[in-house]
């Protein structure tokens, strides 16, 4: 049995393996991931590492023979990785916050015991760090939310959100790429661009790039 404070680790199918960290949500945790992330993926037989939020995928070009081997190299990897700080770009995001895709801008404001004013200006105030790509193409999980504006996901899942939708689940925020289902809590908008499949490089943010939430207007 897995001890709590050990990884978790356990094969996708035959193509892929995933290797989950147990720690804090936090900028040093992730960056531990990115760290082993880095490394794993110049190991021979790995296509790709993906970080995950505390978590990274491997993906194989055929099943390892040694799955043990693999197993204790990632243990060992995650014990001796250290933070890697990604130099990334800092993009400022324009948001209207409230209207009618950020419909839950005064639920949270209620759930928190704060006002509309407080959740904007409090959800604007971090430069937030981008921990990992998932959910959809171009979204992007964010670390560095304020604890007061915490709101639980959704017990029914909206089955479709607004491309754009600036949300809140839990402890995280985040924005959709594009339109589709959402467990989080829409409180605004932006119109900026996540992802095209035309670019070179289709998505348009990545690991250790970093955002900035403008207040462009609040809508009651």
């Given at each position: 049995m897995t001890a709590p404070d050990r990884p978790l680790i356990s094969l996708l199918g035959t193509s892929a393996l995933l290797f989950e960290a147990p720690g804090a949500f936090d900028l040093p945790h992730q960056r531990r991931i990115w760290a082993l992330a880095a490394t794993a993926s110049k190991w021979p037989g790995i296509r790709e590492a993906i970080p995950g939020i505390t978590n990274m995928m491997l993906t194989f070009e055929t099943l390892p023979r040694e799955l043990d081997t693999l197993i204790a190299a990632l243990n060992d990897g995650w014990d001796a990785a250290e933070g890697l700080a990604i130099g990334g770009r800092e993009i400022r995001l324009p948001v209207t916050y409230g209207g009618e895709i950020g419909s839950q801008l005064q639920s949270v404001a209620k759930h928190c015991g704060l006002s509309i004013d407080d959740v904007v200006s409090i959800h604007a105030a971090p430069l937030y760090t981008v921990f990992a790509l998932g959910?959809?193409?171009g979204y992007c999980y964010l670390g560095?939310?304020?604890?007061?504006?915490?709101m639980p996901r959704r017990q029914t899942p909206l089955q479709r959100s607004a491309g754009g939708s600036v949300s809140i689940g839990g402890s995280q925020t985040g924005v959709s790429a594009s339109p589709g289902p959402s467990g989080w809590h829409a409180i605004g908008h932006t119109t900026w661009t996540f992802f095209d499949p035309s670019w070179p490089t289709p998505a348009a943010l990545a690991p250790g790039d970093t955002i900035r939430f403008e207040i462009e207007r609040v809508m009651r």
């Open positions: 959910s959809h193409p560095g939310m304020d604890p007061r504006i915490t």
